[in-house]
């Protein structure tokens, strides 16, 4: 079991948390992992959220049902009505609820541009956070929270037909093992539609007996500390509208991050700037 507050060993692989209380890696993801050594994940978040979680040192999961894309519900909606399968399955698996956030993959700087335009809008302050991956996990595994078990799965992309109907609950499942079933809620959690396929999207996700009206869960006692590489301020064109009012608020953006953690590396996004060689720079204020 991984569980510890300090840094990591260059010697640990993915494959250590194979052992730990708290959190389970899909198969597929710990070997990907593993063989591709340090690995960093981005997330895109409003500067105000990003702010709030490390002022208050946690991590906030949403339900699914609180998201656009309506097929992200649509296996627990499916849950009795797919054939063949036994009534005492689907019962045990309705009673579980599922929390999540979404991070991509770490080819998602291929897609900045595209990400920055999906994320942003006029009025809010919009920032790319660089995840380790490993790190990432140390914090799942020492964080605090209200669930079973927190999982970090990779999307599994399918055509729609897989998506709009799921497939019926294999028969080696053991319906006295709790862990096997929430593993198979996850793996079906975890399908998402082709047409998604460019995000390389990672979940944490946390499962939780009940729940069914609730629309997040916090990780408390979650600690930033060395999971966060570095925070990227969002781009700007100097030939868009509010171009300038856009740049103070960066500036303003940057002092509130020092403000909570002096020690978080900022960069700006070079992407529309001409002028510049690196895809960022570092920004020293």
Known sequence: ?????????DSQKFSDFAGAK?????????????????????????????????????????????????????????????????????SRLKEYSVFATCFKGDGGIANEE?????????????????????????????????????????????????????????????LDNEEALQDLFIKNFSLKRNAYKYEEEVRVSLIKKGGKDIDHMILSNFNWDGVIKRITLQPLNPRQPQYEEKRLRNILTYYKIKDVNSNMEICKSNLYDSKEEGEETVINL
């Open 22 to 90: 708290k959190l389970r890696i899909s198969n597929k993801l710990k070997e990907e992992l593993d063989q591709s050594g340090e690995t960093v994940f981005y997330k895109y978040l409003k500067t105000e959220n990003l702010l709030k979680s490390l002022a208050e040192n946690s991590l906030y999961l949403a339900s699914p049902s609180q998201w656009d894309d309506p097929f992200e519900t649509k296996y627990m909606e499916s849950l009795g009505t797919i054939a063949p399968q036994a009534e005492e399955d689907t």
């Open 114 to 174: 595209a990400a920055w335009k999906i994320y942003m809008s006029g009025s809010e302050s919009l920032v790319r956070v660089e995840i380790d991956a490993h790190n990432l996990c140390l914090a799942l595994c020492n964080s605090n929270f209200e669930g079973n078990k927190l999982y970090l799965s990779k999307m599994v992309y399918k055509s729609r037909n897989d998506i709009v109907t799921p497939k019926a609950i294999l028969r080696s499942v053991k």
């Open 1 to 9: 079991m991984v569980e510890q507050n300090n840094g990591i060993d």
